[in-house]
């Protein structure tokens, strides 16, 4: 062959090749694989309820995987591990975990991890997400550790927000406190309310603060110091054991304030010690809609892409939360550095990159804004509550219920 | 009429301590065996009585029974497995061997039931009385005789019967009691069943009608300051020491308590443990036991 | 001391009374240590943690040994003692203070916080005795946490930044186990000097019989304090290097639990001689280590959790059953059998005496 005339030829038969070359290519480019990791519990305390919060994450990651990331090209590898929910353990494991998966976000599960790690994440560039409350010792500013959750404190106020103005008196909201000295968390919840009351005193007031046993045998004697007060709400963020002791405390004497309490030791787990008519008019609040709420499509997602025993309830709506929290910031991240360049540096200016909006979360959550100036919102913050009515577990407001301001205690 | 109220929930409360010490003194009085792990015990009785009357349905006149006999075939199994072999050992030994059984039937108790809380049944009526003013929770008070009768009847066994004075001999010293003809075998073997017996009649006055999970062993270490405060060999004295390290916690929760962020309702049965080991070791009515060279 | 092959002869008191006397012996430590000093280059990072830690426990479990297998004081208490150590160590290094100085700080005051608790020992013996460690144990989180916030952390904990040695940071799974290693031998080599020195012989006197040993001239009170005092300044090494690994101190890491899995160890391993305590940490860690390796196969082959709490519990029942068991048919623990095993060999074909 004349090579002179065949020249264009033969670029443009190169060319082509070429273009078919990188055509076939493509589809192995397009999607890049990251990996993300979490913390789980199979042997510690928490193990008995692993089928439903593990169930809740990985539901969302399958769904995620197929439709949204499945369209930016990225696929997410999730890892699990074991860490037993006890901070040694996260602390050996760590080092493992950084040099094998590399991940991009880790899923924690509590304050193990949250105290293990809090300090190296910085160091080690990849942000945690959580899928439980906070207490006040950990507002602390330029963490890499972060909870779609505000303190248990703010979520106890959004329904006190509510509650108080739907009193038929402009007074204040009369708030009783049953809690355990000596346990971090459990201390810091009435710290944080007291703080509430404080800020807002015609709105507000700590009437009572009652202190019993973690496991209780009785807690008559402080409930009847306490009825003195006159509460409109006894406040027991505690554990089930307490609210089981006071909702029998009121029965004893006669009494019928509604109790409030937050997701671990909420109505559907007193229900199963007390008769469910002993709770009419108690509430359950906490920063993630209840799992029967009607709006909340995860439910969806979790029937379909559930591959687990757990069931959908509040164990599993609470991770996915957390789940639908970690692949919005990726996807932010993906739009902006690109799907080929992502970390775990690049997911966390996502985070903090502005607020999320609610649609983000199928009806799950409320707008998350997140800054570098707490582990968790502290604007737009909103909480959705349960109630008993007629003997059945009911939803308080269809929309979310803004939580007041609260500075730092 | 405020601190009659608290004295009288103290007293209530205390009897609840009175008989996780009973079921633990009965055990040391018949067989002078130091069980660690009894609020293992009275925890493992709570999931025997939640299996026969709510996992399997039974009404309470078949299940309880049912329940108590689980109990005390756990304490007899527990004896010929184990405390059978450390007869004559000294009291090291022994102690360690109730803390091997501690870590075991926790584990257990874990594996055959799960850790997840569960309803009790309301085995003993809830709510209260009234009495003028006062309260009285009806759980509370009824177990409150029962422990009181237990007590005396078991008193009456061992300071009046036969057998019950030969279970003191072995309670005194294992050889000595062998050389007299005493079987220590068959006294550890009573013991053991007595003791987890009592451990089930404190599982139901303990938690009829709340929830049930693995942290009710933690009344174990309650009972142990009021053992030690009653005697470990006395009967009687469980009750009354109960009585006293109850009453005591509820005026420290009403009127130390707020001073000390709620330290002192939390540590005063320990505080007064140690007071009484180092100013009367033998408690209000143990043995005083003299040594010899 | 162990039997010797026949032909080897001390010249000295110094040389028979020598932990290591003959070449041989020399040799296979030597080995050991080199093992161990190389153990980082052939282990993941995950096996190399679980040796770190299972280091750090061993440090307490020696200082348990002491109280517990050479005085006879039973302790239920260890694991507060090793909070208090940790405690402190965090919250001196929070303030600045290297480690040099926080690790001996923190083991003077597990020392002095034992003391307390040992006084009772004047007057009570034996499960009295050990009733007052189970109180200090009790108390201890009760307590902490009502200190002021700005000493230890209040009810959050303290976090605690990785420490520096000369310089270096030791932030490295492999440097903080270099760490730990160092402080392990030191420790060891503590334990076994000890029993070999006046106060260890009074420990060993007072355990065999308390009023005969008093008839001879050992002080019993000071004695039972020392005793204490030996054991917790071991837990008070153990909790700083603690407060140095997971760079976090809270009172959920100190337990009763923990204080009866230390006595366990104890008991599996050998109350008597150091190597017990060696071998009580390794047995427990490898089986604790195994059952949830396990546990982990069959879950993954079963596809999901066969409730998850079974592989806890398992753990439990397993650790409670070989405590157990070893009480009932060994209860002088795999030391002795260890050191029947070397006299059986030595003098085959000869049977044991």
Known sequence: MNPSIASPVRRACIATALLGALAAATPALAQTSYTVSVSLDYTGPFANVMDSWWGGQQSVFDWWNETRGKALGIKLDVKTHDLRYDASVVARTWPQILSQDKPIVFLGMGSPDLVSLMKRLPGDKVPMIMGTAMIGPLWTANGWHFSYRPTYSQEFAGLFDYLQKRLPEKRALRVGTVSTQGLAGYVDQVNGVVALAKTYPERFAVVSQQWVDNQPVSVTNQIREMAKANPDLILVGTNTAQVVATVKALKELGLKTPIVTSSHNGLNEAAKAVPIADLEGSYSVFAFAPYNDPTVKVAEIFAKYNKTKGTWGITSAQTAGQALLAVAAIERAATKVGADKLSGQAVYDALLAGPFPAEQFLGLLPTVALTSAAPFPTEHLAVKAMTVKGGKLVAVSEDWMPVPPLEKW | ?293 | MAMLPSGVFFSSHAAERALVRTPPQRLALAALLLVLVLLPLLLNDYLLGVLTLAGVTLVAVLGLHITVGMAGQLNLGQSAFVGVGAFVAAALAAKGWSLWLCIPAAALAAGAVSILFGLPAVRIKGFYLALTTIAAQIMFPIVMIRLPEAWFGGTAGLPVDPPAVFGLVLDTPRSIYGLVLAVVVLAFLGAANLSRSRIGRAFRAMHDNDIASSVIGVDLARTKIMAFFAGAFFAGISGALYAYYVRYVSTEQFTLWLSVWYVGMLIVGGLHTPLGAVLGVLTITALQEGVHAAGGWVMAQTGSSLSGGTVFALTNVVLGGVIVLMLLFEPLGLAHRWALLKAAYRIWPYPRA
């Open chain 2, 1 to 293: 009429m405020e601190l009659l109220q608290t004295l009288i929930n103290g007293v209530l409360t205390g009897f609840v301590y009175g008989v996780v010490a009973l079921s633990f003194v009965v055990i040391y009085r018949a067989s002078k065996i130091v069980n660690l792990a009894q609020g293992q015990v009275v925890m493992a009785s709570a999931f025997f009585v939640w299996l026969f009357v709510l996992a399997l349905g039974w009404p309470l006149w078949l299940g309880l029974p049912a329940a108590l006999l689980a109990s005390i075939a756990l304490g007899a199994a527990i004896e010929r497995a184990i405390f059978r072999r450390l007869i004559g050992q000294p009291v090291f030994s022994v102690v360690m061997a109730s803390i091997g059984l501690l870590i075991l039937i926790q584990g257990a108790a874990q594996l055959f039931f799960g850790a997840q809380t569960r309803p009790f049944p309301q085995v003993l009526p809830a709510g209260a009385w009234q009495l003028g003013p006062l309260l009285l929770n009806k759980t509370l008070l009824i177990g409150a005789v029962l422990t009181l009768l237990t007590g005396e009847g078991l008193h009456r066994f061992f300071t009046h019967t036969r057998a019950g004075l030969r279970l003191a001999a072995v309670a005194e010293d294992h050889v000595t009691a062998l050389s007299l003809g005493v079987s220590v075998r068959w006294a550890t073997a009573i013991a053991w069943m007595l003791g987890t017996a009592l451990a089930m009649l404190a599982a139901v006055i303990l938690l009829s009608g709340t929830v049930l999970g693995l942290q009710a062993a933690e009344i174990g270490l309650r009972a142990l300051p009021v053992a030690l405060l009653g005697g470990l060999e006395s009967v009687r004295g469980a009750s009354l020491a109960g009585v006293l390290v109850g009453v005591g916690e509820a005026l420290a929760s009403r009127f130390l308590d707020p001073l000390t962020a709620g330290a002192a309702s939390l540590v005063f049965p320990y505080v007064l443990m140690i007071l009484v080991l180092l100013l009367r070791p033998q408690g209000l009515f143990g043995w005083r036991k003299i040594e010899r060279l």
